[in-house]
């Protein structure tokens, strides 16, 4: 079975298909300016470019795993969340707290979906 990455770097690939599944790296916002909302909103765009780029989108994701800096932002996060994810296809999710390398950044999201 053929494995096929994108956006290939030194460290990591964005995205690996395998055998019509997408896997995405954990996406993290660019703008670490912004609150938990408007970080949790980047990813979120980074994700819906990545899964489209890869034959998919958000309403085929299997699983999702989200890292937040602040467990006290949760209700922000979600809320953000709650804005983007279709009604009907809310996938299967976990969000834990975690320590981050840049203290700046406040999120990351990493998703499973199927490819179309």
Same mark, same amino acid.
């Given at each position: 079975?053929?494995?096929?990455? #994108?956006?290939?770097? =030194?460290? /990591?690939?964005?995205?690996?298909?395998?055998?019509? *599944?997408?896997? %995405?790296?954990? !996406? $993290?916002?660019?703008?670490?300016?912004?609150?938990?909302?408007?970080?949790?909103?980047?990813? #979120?765009?980074?994700? =819906?470019? /990545?899964?489209?780029?890869?034959?998919?989108?958000? *309403?085929?994701? %299997?699983?999702? !795993? $989200?890292?937040?800096?602040?467990?006290?932002?949760?209700?922000?996060?979600?809320?953000?969340?709650?804005?983007?994810?279709?009604?009907?296809?809310?996938?299967?999710?976990?969000?834990?707290?975690?320590?981050?390398?840049?203290?700046?950044?406040?999120?990351?999201?990493?998703?499973?979906?199927?490819?179309?």
């Amino acid at each position: 079975m053929n494995i096929t990455r #994108l956006h290939i770097g =030194d460290t /990591l690939s964005e995205v690996a298909i395998h055998n019509g *599944t997408v896997y %995405l790296a954990g !996406q $993290i916002a660019e703008d670490t300016t912004q609150n938990i909302q408007g970080q949790t909103r980047e990813v #979120l765009g980074h994700i =819906d470019r /990545l899964l489209a780029e890869s034959g998919s989108d958000k *309403t085929r994701i %299997l699983s999702c !795993q $989200i890292f937040i800096a602040d467990v006290n932002d949760f209700d922000g996060m979600n809320a953000a969340w709650n804005e983007w994810v279709p009604e009907g296809h809310t996938p299967p999710r976990a969000t834990v707290g975690a320590i981050f390398p840049d203290s700046k950044r406040l999120i990351e999201i990493i998703v499973v979906a199927a490819s179309s």
